[in-house]
């Protein structure tokens, strides 16, 4: 079992930045940041590969960014320029942008609201 623990979720204005952690057992996977808004399905916001290859859900781009630090098996993911529409539990996932993996960390509550 792929172990994934989030943190970093939390209250901000619009227009303002949150920095999402997620700490995994492993290293060797792809990795990803889903959503899940309230009365909606959850997406898969971003994903990277093991080498640094990056996709993001268009409603994202440019204000999202997800890194990694394989050595200390990590996933981040920044966000910037946030809206209220962002407003969801933010779930690490370990697996690809084409197939998310059946790994999920508990999840991170953003809440972005004036």
């Known amino acids: 079992q792929v172990q994934l623990v989030e943190s970093g979720g939390g209250l901000v204005q619009p227009g303002g930045s949150l920095r999402l952690s997620c700490t995994a057992s492993?290293?060797?996977?792809?990795m990803g940041w889903g959503r899940q808004a309230p009365g909606r399905q959850r997406e898969l916001v971003a994903a990277i590969t093991p080498d640094g290859r990056t996709n993001y859900i268009d409603s994202v781009k440019g204000r999202f960014t997800i890194s990694r630090d394989n050595a200390r098996k990590t996933v981040h993911l920044q966000m910037n320029s946030l809206k209220p529409e962002d407003t969801a539990v933010y779930y690490c996932?370990?697996?690809?942008?084409?197939?998310?993996?059946?790994?999920w960390g508990q999840g991170t509550q953003v809440t972005v609201s004036s």
């Open positions: 492993t290293s060797r996977y792809a």
């Open positions: 996932n370990a697996g690809g942008w084409s197939s998310p993996g059946p790994y």
